[in-house]
C-alpha cells in the first residue's frame, strides 16, 4: 500500500505565496506521475498541475506563471510552490500519484487533502 502525506496548506493574503509538500510512503516500486488536483466547494476537481518521473509538467491555464510543480525522485515528494495567490484559488488541493507497488499493475493514490484558503 502506498500512502501519501500532504503538508504546507494554510490561510494566505492575496498575492502571497505557499509551499505544498507530498511524500510518498509504502511498498513503492516505482512512481510515474505524479500531482496535485484541487476542489472548490461546489466545484468539481480539476487538475492543476502534474509531472512526471522524467521531469515533464503540465499545468491548469488558470495557474500558469503563478504555480511551479516539482519533484525529488529519491524523496518521493512532490512540491507545489504557490506564488500571487488569489481568491479563486481557495480550495481543498490533493496530492496524486500514479505508482506500481511490489508487482504488476500501476495504481492511482490520493493524499487526505489540505485546505487553501486565500483571503482577499
Known amino acids: 500500500q502506498v500512502q501519501l502525506v500532504e503538508s504546507g496548506g494554510g490561510l494566505v493574503q492575496a498575492g502571497g505565496s505557499l509551499r505544498l509538500s507530498c511524500a510518498a510512503s509504502?511498498?513503492?516500486?516505482?512512481?510515474?506521475?505524479m500531482g496535485w488536483y484541487r476542489q472548490a466547494p461546489g466545484k468539481q476537481r480539476e487538475l492543476v498541475a502534474r509531472?512526471?518521473?522524467?521531469?515533464?509538467?503540465n499545468c491548469a491555464d488558470s495557474v500558469k506563471g503563478r504555480f511551479t510543480i516539482s519533484r525529488d525522485n529519491a524523496r518521493n515528494t512532490v512540491y507545489l510552490q504557490m506564488n500571487s495567490l488569489k481568491p479563486e484559488d481557495t480550495a481543498v488541493y490533493y496530492c496524486?500519484?500514479?505508482?506500481?507497488?511490489?508487482?504488476?499493475?500501476?495504481?492511482?493514490?490520493w493524499g487526505q487533502g489540505t485546505q487553501v484558503t486565500v483571503s482577499s
Open positions: 496524486y500519484c500514479n505508482a506500481q507497488p511490489p508487482g504488476v499493475f500501476t495504481y492511482d493514490y
Open positions: 509504502g511498498a513503492i516500486f516505482s512512481i510515474n506521475a
Open positions: 509531472i512526471t518521473s522524467g521531469g515533464s509538467t
